[in-house]
């Protein structure tokens, strides 16, 4: 089992930044890949930014050049560096990992708010 939980979430004036942090239970970022999702109110999840055990990342167009996955193994906590921020970027922001060995193996935090408002 792994424990996932997210802190950092908030609210911010458009332009602003926030930092999101997943702190895990236990070291696993050389078997998982680490990732960042969210929701919005009526939309369905989606994913903002992926770190694979590796370390190679992706992001989603929206956020692109925006927002920053990076990953602290001696803290075993992943984060989401988030700036320049949108209003359209409101959402319930959730951690996830996955074993890249076993994908069953499928954990995810409870959720942090953020919401980008005037």
């Known amino acids: 089992q792994v424990q996932l939980v997210e802190s950092g979430g908030g609210l911010v004036q458009p332009g602003g930044s926030l930092r999101l942090s997943c702190a895990t239970s236990?070291?696993?970022?050389?078997?998982?890949?680490m990732a960042w999702y969210r929701q919005a109110p009526g939309k369905q999840r989606e994913l903002v930014a992926r770190?694979?055990?590796?370390?190679?990342?992706n992001y989603a167009d929206s956020v692109k050049g925006r927002f920053t996955i990076s990953r602290d193994n001696a803290k075993n906590t992943v984060y989401l560096q988030m700036n320049s921020l949108k209003p359209e970027d409101t959402a319930v922001y959730y951690c996830n990992a996955v074993n890249v060995l076993r994908p069953q193996d499928d954990y995810w935090g409870q959720g942090t708010q953020v919401t980008v408002s005037s």
């Open positions: 236990r070291s696993i970022f050389s078997i998982y890949a």
């Open positions: 770190t694979t055990n590796s370390g190679s990342t």
